[in-house]
């Protein structure tokens, strides 16, 4: 972990942070600061404000023919998967990832296997393990690699929230990775690099925003392109 | 279309056309079709003038646009007044979309200056003078800044470069991009304080 920054380290990366480039553990550092310290996020907020007024500079033009139409016809298509799903089917597939979490978490496995004893006593354990991070609630989504699903990225909405994957054996996208944020309102954000595959059955991370705004986890290859990638649909399953 | 047809619906296009942008975008994410249209029609020259300003490819911008649009219709939940306008958040999107579609950092950028010595915008037949000049404020300002830090400026700004991938671009050091794009920032900012105490 990098050391940690004072005041004036932050507010001399305060326009990186504003305009979203700034990178790696400086970033993760810088990050951490602001989480304590309201001065720095004041200045990070204006400066963000300029960002945001420097993007309308840009000249507006007018979109090839028929862009309306095709934008409205995407409106109408269904989401990739249900956003709601009946209370008892959600609150079993939430039980089951919290459990596999705790499970992955505790054991450091690639693989998870999971025993119910009744949603019951589950929901019990699942409270009290939420209740040691000040955490609200799971999500589970899987990670898809070029030829399916290679594993599932479980995700903890706390204080702070964090992401763990797990894998599957023997995928076939190994190798060293930079992984990536995708937040429901569009950002993309680094979250460090990532050995997988072979040995390296599990890599966790904590997240730069509340899970709730994570859209996507992706890992990204050498050659820049999304290699693995997990889609989280759902901001919050209790919503 | 399959969108229901919703309370903003019901009022008429006439109506829904004097509506702010964020009860459109409240439109939008619950699905009214013709809250759907005026977002779309109000907001679509600027996400397609920044996604092509960044991708220089028509078909590329136009599927960025697209894309833009699609996610802001998903997440329009997640807008936050606080945080900005609706605007700002949605070309925000279309930045990052649009980041995300440039093929590598093997890419040569448009030449920065382009965006900022265009000459200042028509009105819009959907703003009014008083949104374009709001949304002109800098213009000037950047215009002044020293030709390196705006140049270093608009490639994070629009095209997310970090400062090492500008520091290797322009063969400058690392401490020197960042002290440009840290400086030009806080100019900029103080213009913005300026405005705000008109």
Known sequence: ?239 | MALPVGPLGAMGVAVVRKLSDESLLAGLGSGDPDAAADFLRRFQRRVFGLTLSILRDRAAAEEAAQESFVRAWRHASAYDPRRGTVAAWLLTIARNVSINMLPTRRFDPIDPELIVTLEARRPLEDRTEAQVVDSELLREPLARLPGDQRRALVLAAFYGFTAREISELDGVPLGTVKTRIRSAMLKLRAQLRVSDDR
Not at chain 1, 172 to 183: H, K, S
Not at chain 1, 206 to 214: E, G, N, R, T
Request: aromatic share 6%.
């Open chain 1, 1 to 239: 972990m990098t050391a940690e920054m004072g005041c004036e380290q932050v507010r001399d990366l305060a326009a990186e942070l504003a305009l979203g480039i700034a990178e790696g553990e400086e970033r993760d550092a810088a990050l951490r600061h602001l989480s304590g310290c309201a001065g720095c996020r004041r200045l990070v907020s204006e400066l963000s404000s300029v960002g945001d007024e420097l993007l309308q500079l840009a000249p507006a033009q007018e979109p090839p023919a028929g862009f309306e139409s095709r934008v409205l016809t995407a409106f109408a298509e269904p989401p990739r998967r249900s956003r709601r799903q009946p209370l008892a089917h959600r609150w079993r597939w939430i039980a089951t990832a919290a459990a596999a979490v705790v499970l992955a978490a505790t054991l450091g496995a690639g693989s998870v296997l999971l025993a119910t004893a009744g949603d019951r006593r589950l929901a019990a354990g699942y409270q009290a393990v939420l209740s040691q991070g000040r955490g609200a609630y799971f999500l589970a989504a899987p990670l898809q690699g070029t030829r399916g699903r290679v594993g599932t990225v479980f995700g903890y909405q706390g204080q702070p929230s964090w992401v763990m994957v797990t894998l599957q054996p023997s995928i076939q996208e190994e190798g060293r990775f930079r992984v990536q944020v995708v937040t429901r309102d569009g950002r993309y954000l680094p979250l460090g690099d990532a050995v997988l595959g072979g040995a390296k059955g599990t890599w966790g991370g904590q997240l730069p925003v509340d899970l709730s705004a994570l859209h996507e986890l992706r890992f990204v290859g050498s050659d820049g392109q999304p290699t693995l990638t997990a889609t989280f649909d759902t901001a919050n399953p209790w919503d």
